[in-house]
């Protein structure tokens, strides 16, 4: 077999292949006698249907078993053979028909890591925000408990408050015409919870029970309805009830429904957590800030798969977020596809640096040590209130292994870059878009 290996980019190439004609006698052979042994055709004994009378009605068959098994076998082998680690399908093209006494050939383009040298990644200048914690947003999230801990009753008043829950009546028109799912009945509305198309919430404040009122609105240009996507439209609302929310007041006793045993102890907790949010902020900022000056440093193409499986991750992880909230993606005006080309850009540079921060960890020597995945599992126990032997057998498994040690080698090599980095504290205000080269 010959092979030919042409560079099309840095991040694809073109593999053409010439099988040898007697290869192709030989599969030609096995798929008739493969074919041979289930065909049927009326007049001929299961297994023992003459050759010509196979290749008459069954070429076709033969032809796509033996050019199926000819690539398989070939592009396998090439792959070891030549050390090539591909990230997606081939595309398989110009491939030869299947003839007595001829080679088949064929060209498979295939996807690539691009082979990756850093430069220019120390001493780069850049910003760091100053930690200022500020601890009213202590007290902010103190009264967000209190009404995650609020019961809804119905109102003494007949009249609608933002933050109330509203039962109403609803239907949806556009033109006239009413539209699939635009029309409710007893339907449970929180006014100011964003669950509806911008600017309906705000239109039903002010209501009074057994009011009729029709409320205008116009749906997002990306709405998930391309029916409906920028359209105005027409909604009649009856209000049949008000209900309010009415919270507990701040006390120790309110406390210890989280498991502490009074105010200040949930305050300080509280303030813990925020200050601790803060920093990590504040770190992953720094992270993007190195990034970015990498990318601007070490500019490279990245393949589709890599950017198509970062946008999948994406996709999910917000998607899971918006769940646990009660909401899903189309509630945001968004669908799958239009998520993607918003976020594309993103994933592109998140793949890039991640591809360049490898790169520089094997330029560097950095390493993930024994000890480090052991001090990290338990890390990950404790967050997790697991047992560590569960985490432990979780992280055995050789996909999420790989997982971690990339997370703490990546890690690793963030400090060192920072270490050999100029950082300069300054307020968030004064933080600039560009770094200094």
Known sequence: MNVTIEEISSIKKRLSFEVPAETVAIEIEKAYQKIGQSAKIKGFRAGKIP??????????????????RLINDSYIKALDTHDINVLS?????????????????????VEVSPQVTARDYTGLVLQKERLIFDDKSVETQLEEMRQGRAEVVDASRDT????????????GS????LFEGGTAEDFTLELGSGQFIPGFEEQVVGMKVNESRDIQVTFPEQYGSAELAGKAAVFAVTLKKVREKVAPELTDDFAKGFGLESLTELRE??????????????????????VTALIERNPLEVPETLVQNQLGYMLAN?????ESQGMKLEMMGMTEESFKQMYRDTAISQVQGTLILTAIATQEGITVEEAEIDSRLEEIATMANAPVEAVRKHYAREDARIGLMAQISEEKTIRFLLDKSQLTEVDKEELTTEEKE
């Open 160 to 171: 609608a408050a933002l933050g109330d829950h509203v039962v109403i009546d609803f239907a």
């Open 269 to 290: 907790k509280l303030t813990e957590n925020a200050r601790r949010q803060e920093i990590n902020r504040i770190d992953g900022d720094l992270r993007e800030r190195l």
């Open 89 to 109: 399908d081939p595309k398989i093209i110009d491939n030869s028909l299947i003839e007595h006494g001829k080679p088949f050939t064929y060209a498979a383009e």
């Open 174 to 177: 556009v033109d006239g015409v």
């Open 51 to 68: 050759r010509p009378i196979l290749e008459q009605y069954y070429a076709p068959q033969m032809e796509q078993q033996v050019i199926n």
């Open 318 to 322: 917000i998607r899971q977020r918006l």
